[in-house]
């Protein structure tokens, strides 16, 4: 009988650091796969993430006195709850800067919450006063020498068909405009390979 308990706590000892909860940190990139129907398909269609996860959206993390939220872009820019995010989905990545970042992430905080009540970037367009989830983290995170962060041609292409998915042309024929395709921007899924990061933790992938 001691010996089997004596076993089961070896056990227990070995699993602990496996069942310890994460603990977020201030300037966290929160990666999601957001599930939100046809669009963020056809995000996760044309982009490549971390190990070849779906993600469609990313927020940065902000530990207040109150509670841990997330600000992102989702209806418009907006600091919200990290319960509330992850009922939306639970399905993550979490990423770190690397430590020779991390002094910028005070002023990218404030950065950050400057732009909250900024409209969502609906055509996807850097320089417009509103903003989509990349783009807040691309607005935010400003080295001495400039953005943290890379812009790069977006692209719209199913990468296994090659071709730009309905959904987007429908998209933004309602608008009036053309399927930017290969202008600059950002996506959630190439942040997440950025050498800028670490990938913590993920759960539900």
Not at 35 to 57: K, L, Q, R, V, W
Not at 68 to 79: F, K, T
Not at 144 to 162: A, C, R, S, V, W
């Amino acid at each position: 009988m001691f010996a089997k308990r004596k076993y089961f706590l070896f056990i227990l000892v070995l699993l602990f650091p496996f069942c310890k909860k994460f603990e977020y940190q201030t300037g966290d990139l929160i990666f999601q796969d957001l599930d939100c129907g046809e669009m963020c398909d056809a995000i996760e269609n044309a982009t490549i993430a971390y190990n070849n996860y779906d993600i469609s959206h990313v927020g940065i993390i902000s530990v207040e006195d109150n509670g841990i939220y997330v600000i992102e872009a989702y209806d418009s820019v907006e600091m919200t709850p990290l319960k509330v995010f992850l009922k939306r989905s639970n399905k993550i990545l979490v990423g770190r800067l690397k430590p020779e970042y991390r002094n910028i992430i005070p002023n990218a905080i404030k950065k950050a919450k400057s732009l909250i009540g900024k409209p969502y970037d609906i055509y996807f367009k850097n320089g417009n006063d509103s903003f989509y989830c990349s783009e807040v983290v691309y607005e935010s995170f400003v080295t001495q020498k400039g953005h943290l962060f890379d812009l790069f041609p977006m692209n719209f292409k199913n990468l296994e068909t090659g071709k730009i998915d309905s959904v987007w042309i429908k998209y933004f024929d309602k608008m009036g405009k053309k399927v930017p395709q290969g202008e600059l921007g950002s996506n959630p899924a190439a942040y997440s390979l950025s050498d800028k990061i670490e990938i913590l933790y993920q759960q539900n992938m």
